[in-house]
Structures are given as C-alpha cells and as structure tokens.
C-alpha cells in the first residue's frame, strides 16, 4: 500500500499533464487538488476515482466531455485489449455500423503519443547562422491556404485563434449617466432636486452610449472554395467566442445558421456540430439563391443598428448569376457596410470576368482578398477603421 500512493500520485501528474496537452487548461493547484482528493476515497472504486479527478481537474461543462475520453483512455486495464481482441476475433463475422470518433479524440491522441520534452545538453546544442533567411512565421504570414500542407495549416489555425476583431464604435441613441458628459438630463436634475426641497444645486448630465455593430458573415462552402472555408471556420469560431452580436451562415446549395453552434468553447466539438447540420459542403454554388433566402428569413432580424456584413465566396455561381444583382443591392442597403472577401484577389492580374462577379461589385463597399494570414490581418486593421471612400471605383468601372 505504501508503494501504491507514491505511484497513484505520478500517474495523475502524467494524466494531468496529457490533460493540458490536449488543451485543458490544468494547473499544479489542481494537480496538488487531485491528489490530496485521491486520500480521501476509496481508489479500489473506479466511479470515485474519475468524479474526484473530474472534480478537481476540470471546471468547465465544456471540458467534461473530452475528459471522460481522456479516463477512458489513460485509466484503462492493460489486460482490456487483449479481451477485446479475443472477442474481436470470435464476433469478427458480425457486421456493426461504424462508430464516429468523440470530438477531441485526435487532440487526445496526440498528447498521448507526444513525448515528455527532456532539457537539452549545452554541448548539443548546434549555431545556425540565420542571416538573410526568412522565419517559418514570416513565411506563413503570406503562404496560400490552398499550397500549405498538414502542419502548415496547423500552425496558421494557433495563429488565426490569436486573431481579434474590432470594429468602429458606433454611437447608439441609449445614454448613460456621465458628470461630465455633454447632455443635460432635465428629468434626473428635477428628481434629484426633490432630496433639497426643490432646489437645484447641480445640473444632472448624460453621454451617448457606444457599442460595436452587429457581424454578420456569409460564407460560401462550395468544391472551389471548401480549403479557405475550412481554415476560415477557425477564425470565425474565435470572433463568434470573442465578441457578441455575431451572426455567421454557410452557403453551398443551401443556406445554414452555425451561430449556435460556434459558440461552443472548444472548436473540435463545434466543427462536429457543424458537419452534423451542414449536408452540401464541398457541393454546388447557388449564390443568388442562398442571398435570397437570408434576405427573406434572416435580414430583419439580425441585420439591425448597422450591421457589417462580410460575403466571402469567389463569385463563381452555379446559376449564372441568375436573381444575385437583385439580391446584392438589398443586401447592401439592408446593411452598413458589405464587405466582400474573395480568394481570387490573389492574383495580381484578376479581373472581373465571370457574370457572378459582375453582378456582386456594383453592390459591394470593399472588395478585399481573403487566402492567408496577412489577408486576415489586414481585413482586421480595415475594419477597426472608417470607410474608405473610393476604394471600390476601379472594380465598378471595371465590372
């Protein structure tokens, strides 16, 4: 028994930290929590043991489903695979429906696999002159989404989730109480001049309340678009946890709310919401139609109190721009702003041939490239500052 609890308490620094390479956020107070808690039950009973390590380890719902996986996964009985195993191959004629993976379960993996990082040697280490080179991170800032290969698209998620998105504040007609703001308040100065008998000693003032527009974000999910649109999926999921009043839809052949479910904290699980309720992803482009839908359904309800919309598809319709001017322009005067974010803008010498462009920039404020890092990064920089008058006049004489 002596020999166990010394055991019992490495294995949980082991779990806790494959717990916090999987993305939990696991501290040493918690570790030292899990153990001091693991004295105090019955470590023979293996419902007691993952409620205490529950308890103490995780403190968001969020987190409790990756962590149940991550016990079934660390907490196992070496003796289980071999059983399964057997079994397998006695039942191995019957047919069963395949099982999707829980979410996180490729996180899980990885930090089970990942190896304990060891200190290096001084005399390993090697000098590499570095001089007139470009950094890996320089280099991904203006890499392609469509030319980044595995690792290159899972460093460039870690940098989109750094992202954050400002827009120009915008003065509501609510006020607040402000001693120093630029509007009398005749009824608060009345009222509090009823406390001395009628007598007004100070001027009661109030201030405009600034807030940020509402987002709303369009963005197509088609054969030609689905590698932007999945790395901009990791972008959106942070705006849509980041800030409120973001509306964000996918459009392919059909029209699809995701707003709920990116609101969920951990992207993994929020991806699988999605594929669970987005069927025509990598499919057809149906703009004008999924534009006439949101028009119909949607426009009034979240595009209110100066909405900022940002369209990102290529322009390249299945239809042939059948019905999508007409729905452009009441997309545009239903909004503040409309923002267009086109990957083809990547080439310097695209010009608006195809009759779905055309169509779409008469009726656009900014037109603006979306396929890597610096795109993004410069989409957040614009929309923190005022409109920029004229900037669309060469696509408009163009298109």
């Known amino acids: 028994m002596t020999e166990a609890v010394p055991r019992i308490a490495l294995n949980i620094m082991h779990f806790a930290r494959m717990l916090r390479r999987a993305g939990l956020p696991v501290g040493p107070a918690d570790m030292l929590a899990a153990q001091q808690a693991m004295g105090l039950i019955d470590i023979g009973s293996r419902i007691q043991v993952h409620t205490c390590l529950r308890t103490t380890l995780i403190h968001r719902h969020e987190h409790a489903e990756m ?9 196992r009985d070496p003796e289980a695979g071999k059983f399964a195993a057997a079994m397998g191959m006695m039942e191995g004629q019957k047919e069963r429906p395949p099982e999707r993976a829980p979410p996180g379960s490729r ?3 990885e930090a089970m696999a990942q190896p304990p990082k060891r200190a290096e040697k001084q005399e390993d280490r090697e000098e590499i002159d570095a001089v ?3 950094s890996d991170r320089e280099r991904l800032q203006t890499m392609d989404f469509e030319a980044m290969s595995a690792d290159d698209i899972a460093s460039a998620k870690q940098e989109i ?6 827009l120009d504040l915008l003065r509501t007609r609510r006020r607040r109480a402000d001693s120093s703001g630029p509007y009398a308040d005749l009824r608060a100065t009345i009222a509090r001049a009823r406390r001395t008998g009628g007598e007004i000693l100070e001027l009661s003032r109030t201030r405009r309340i600034s807030r940020p527009p509402p987002l709303v974000v369009l ?19 942070s705006v849509a946890n980041d800030r409120d009043r973001v509306q964000i839809f996918l459009f392919g052949t059909r029209l699809s709310n995701i707003t709920r479910q990116l609101k969920h904290r951990d992207p993994e699980v929020a991806f699988q919401m999605v594929a669970g309720i987005v069927p025509d992803w990598s499919g057809g482009t149906r703009i004008g139609e999924a534009l ?26 299945r239809d042939g721009a059948h019905g999508l001017a007409e729905n452009m322009e009441r997309l545009h005067r239903s909004c503040r ?4 974010l086109n990957p083809l803008l990547r080439w310097d010498g695209f010009e ?25 990064r410069a989409l957040v920089e614009a929309l923190s500052r005022p409109i920029s008058v004229g900037a669309m006049d060469k696509w408009r004489i163009a298109a």
Not at 297 to 306: A, D, E, K, T, Y
Not at 337 to 340: E, K, P, T
Not at 352 to 376: C, T, W, Y
């Open 107 to 109: 996180r899980l993996a």
């Open 67 to 75: 962590f149940d996986t991550a016990f079934q996964l660390f907490w």
């Open 352 to 376: 608006p041939k195809s009759q779905g462009i055309r169509a779409m920039l008469p009726h656009v404020d900014e037109f603006r490239p979306v396929h890597n890092l610096a795109s993004l």
């Open 337 to 340: 702003r409309l923002i267009w």
């Open 132 to 134: 007139l080179t470009m």
């Open 292 to 317: 006439a839908i949101f028009n119909r359904h949607w426009s009034r309800r979240v595009l209110g109190q100066g909405a900022v919309v940002l369209l990102v598809t290529d322009g390249l319709d």
């Open 219 to 237: 963005c197509d999910i088609s054969g030609s678009m689905s590698r932007y649109a999945q790395i901009l999926l990791h972008f959106l999921h």
């Open 161 to 166: 989730r750094k992202l954050h998105l400002p």
